[in-house]
């Protein structure tokens, strides 16, 4: 009975348990599905990390390539993040060339970064107008249960604090750029950004990491990112219904609590790697 309720009327199916306060998985209306991380599984990369919140699956792999600086920004080097929604993830995804969404996402992350000053680019330069880093982050959904961005950044974040350069000088004579593979170092990580995503339902109810089908019901969804001071970077609202100050405020403060239950995570992953080797 329960089942045919759910297919035939979803949105009425969803507003039951939201009357009591909870959600068709027994979660509470703020309350994350678990989180689960693990860093340096790709071994071709310079730095990986896959992530689970609930069955949304992502893995992060960075690659970094020598390259000249920008004639702009000569004393930086850059960074290039791609989110990739592959058909394999849901079927609500096709092949081809990237989607809305996943380019969405893409440029969502890059702002992030940017705004969040997760790394500092001039970390990422050798010689100034010569030779710099630039650092692909490529992020690839594995199973695809909403709320994608939050598992991104978690991801990104957990390989940039697993990322290892190794050591580029640029040889006297030959003025050519020398790669030590045995020397490497991690990345300076100068801010943790993470996000926490809302969904609005019935333009009133927040709750907290919505599911796919969550999403496909909620009338406004919502992105707040805060860094480990309690800095504001982004609040990412794609469109929907309108939000009061105070629910708003409600969020920053879920998203304030929730950036630090998961830099508590990527902390205790990173060292229990360095104890391990």
């Known amino acids: 009975m329960a089942a045919g309720f759910k297919v035939a009327e979803p949105l009425e199916y969803h507003r039951s348990f939201l009357k009591e306060n909870c959600r068709p ?3 509470e209306l703020s309350e994350f599905r678990t989180t689960t991380l693990n860093i340096g599984s790709i071994s071709t990369a310079d730095g990986s990390a896959l992530v689970k919140v609930g069955n949304t699956t992502v893995i992060c792999g ?5 390259t000249n600086p920008t004639v702009e920004a000569p004393g930086k080097g850059y960074i290039v993040p ?3 929604l592959p058909p394999l993830c849901s079927s609500q995804f096709r092949p081809g060339a990237p989607g809305e969404q996943a380019q969405a996402a893409s440029q969502f992350i890059a702002d992030v970064i940017e705004s969040s000053e997760v790394i500092q680019t ?3 330069c ?7 880093w630039v650092l ?5 959904c594995l199973d695809y249960d909403g709320n994608l961005l939050d598992a991104c950044i978690v991801a990104l974040l ?3 604090k697993n990322t290892k350069l190794p050591e580029v000088t640029i040889g006297s004579e030959t003025s050519l750029p020398e790669v030590d593979l045995e020397k490497r170092r991690g990345l300076r990580i100068h801010k943790h950004p993470v996000a926490a995503s809302f969904g609005v339902f019935d333009d009133s109810i927040l709750i907290v990491d919505p599911t796919a089908e969550e999403e496909s019901l909620s009338t406004a969804r919502l992105t707040v990112v805060t860094d480990d001071e309690e800095r504001l970077c982004i609040v990412h609202k794609p469109g929907g219904t309108p939000l009061s100050g105070e629910k708003l405020q409600e969020c920053i403060n879920r998203a304030t609590a929730r950036q630090r239950e998961i830099q508590k995570l990527v902390d205790e992953v990173v060292r229990s790697v360095k104890t391990a080797k």
Request: with cysteine; net charge negative; charged share 40%.
């Open 25 to 27: 998985d027994g979660r």
């Open 62 to 66: 960075i690659k970094a390539e020598l």
């Open 82 to 84: 791609n989110v990739d």
């Open 122 to 124: 001039e970390d990422l």
């Open 126 to 132: 050798i010689e100034r107008g010569k030779l710099c």
């Open 136 to 140: 692909y982050c490529d992020m690839m």
């Open 158 to 160: 957990a390989a940039l």
